[in-house]
């Protein structure tokens, strides 16, 4: 049983298309999160969220916009797609963002390839 | 922001070696864990050691903590070529909004 999954897994589109991720976790967990691993393997945190409400909110543009139907669904839309959002997209999850010493559940990873 | 800063970049090794990975950080933390990333997958939970822990063991790992030094090593004992993968370390920084800030990662190859 996959616990954090995310579709789709590769995904090539042209620039200026909209499009978006998917992710559920079967855990149980309350918060989720969108990760982007850039190609020099550099992992930033995009978003969090916690119990479907929104937490962290890094520096991204509002070309992106995530969007929690459920604690156990965490999309990822974008818009008007840029050369530069190629990358590695990961979803993951947590118990639950309070306590410290959380571990992080990551899904396999979206490539996109913007071009 | 970046926090952990994994020491070396890469790192080949023989099957039956020992692996050392270093990491620094720049500010106090609450935790400090290890991740491992196969290739072309997601990143899977190794270890994590407390603030008021010196070292954790868990199978062939090895993690020590200095938070005087503001820095922590992964040991992998007898790697295998399975152990091939990059490795990130992860610290949860006191009094940030960032939950866990990761480093950029260390490439481990273990020839067999």
């Known amino acids: 049983d996959t616990a954090v999954s995310q579709t789709p897994k590769y995904l090539v589109t042209q620039m200026g298309n909209d499009k978006s991720i998917k992710c559920e976790q079967n855990l149980g967990h309350d918060t989720m999160y969108w990760y982007k691993q850039d190609s020099k393997k550099f992992l930033k945190i995009m978003f969090s969220y916690n119990n479907k409400e929104l937490i962290i909110n890094e520096t991204v543009p509002n070309r992106f916009s995530p969007k929690s139907p459920d604690k156990a669904h965490l999309n990822l839309h974008i818009n008007s797609l840029e050369l530069g959002d190629s990358a590695v997209y990961f979803c993951a999850s947590s118990q639950d963002y309070s306590g410290s010493g959380n571990t992080i559940y990551f899904g396999e990873g979206s490539w996109l390839t913007v071009v | 922001s970046q926090q952990g800063e994994e020491d070396p970049q890469a790192l080949s090794i023989q099957e039956g070696e020992n692996a050392t990975m270093n990491c620094s950080y720049k500010t106090s933390i609450n935790n400090l864990q290890w991740y491992r990333q196969n290739s072309g997958r997601g990143l899977v939970h190794l270890i994590l050691?407390?603030?008021?822990?010196r070292e954790k063991h868990s199978g062939r790992l090895r993690v020590t903590l200095d938070t005087s030094k503001k820095s922590s090593s992964l040991l992998i004992t007898a790697s295998r070529a399975a152990d091939t993968a990059s490795y990130f370390c992860a610290t949860d920084p006191q009094g940030g909004s960032e939950k866990l800030v990761f480093g950029k990662g260390m490439k481990l190859t273990v020839n067999p």
């Open positions: 050691i407390r603030s008021n822990e």
